[in-house]
């Protein structure tokens, strides 16, 4: 059977895109007292790449990153591409349930048997909002780095520019975008559990660099 496309949807299709309603993000997560955004960032990309190749979504295990990657700084911080590169060159990243989360240093125990996801290489995205936009409908939710300092405010609507800085001091997942809202706003997924937030997203405004989402933009390929 043929199915006709509405012109109506069709154009809704490009002013409003949630990879949620297309199964390729995992539950909210909580990263805790320990500063491992990076980590869940660089997860929680992998995890949705992994599924638009392989149609199985997996819940990986940031903690693995945590502890392993030694150009980074665990709880202390680090970068979502450094995480990237440690998973491909050990190999694959570790289930959730197989390196549960501890929100603490830890000893590098990864377990090969426990590997759920794998990826070949990440790509760094443009810092052109427009070229973001048309990209996340038609590759995957991306990784993000912002200015998060004054993001313990935030309980719901859309963050404007003015609100926030550009000094990167947290990554989050970019998971879509609505254009029909007043601004258009960008829809970030936080991991700061699901009591926070609009139940741990936030709206930025777009296409205006606010909290210099488009500043260090990446995704992972299989």
Not at 23 to 42: I, L, R
Not at 51 to 77: F, M
Not at 186 to 194: A, F, M
């Amino acid at each position: 059977m043929v199915q006709c496309w509405n012109l109506l949807v069709v154009l809704m299709l490009h002013l409003l895109f949630d990879w949620r309603r297309e199964g390729a993000v995992t539950p909210v997560k909580n990263q805790g007292q320990c500063g491992s955004c990076w980590a869940f960032s660089a997860t929680e990309n992998i995890e949705s790449v992994f599924y638009l190749a392989k149609k199985s979504l997996p819940v990986l295990g940031p903690q693995q990153i945590v502890d392993c990657d030694r150009k980074c700084y665990g709880c202390s911080g680090g970068w979502p591409y450094l995480a990237y590169e440690y998973i491909i060159g050990y190999g694959g990243q570790d289930s959730e349930s197989s390196y549960p989360y501890t929100a603490r240093d830890g000893s590098c125990r990864p377990n090969k048997n426990g590997i759920a996801a794998t990826i070949s290489r990440y790509n760094q995205i443009s810092h052109n909002e427009n070229i973001i936009q048309s990209q996340l409908a038609t590759v995957a939710p991306f990784s993000i780095c912002v200015d998060a300092s004054k993001w313990y405010l935030y309980q719901g609507g859309i963050l404007s520019a003015n609100q926030c800085g550009t000094g990167l001091d947290h990554c989050v997942q970019l998971v879509g975008y609505d254009t029909t809202s007043s601004p258009a706003a960008w829809l970030v997924r936080n991991s700061w559990g699901t009591g926070w937030g609009e139940s741990g997203f936030i709206r930025l405004q777009m296409f205006h660099g606010t909290c210099g989402m488009n500043t260090a933009v990446t995704s992972a390929v299989v």
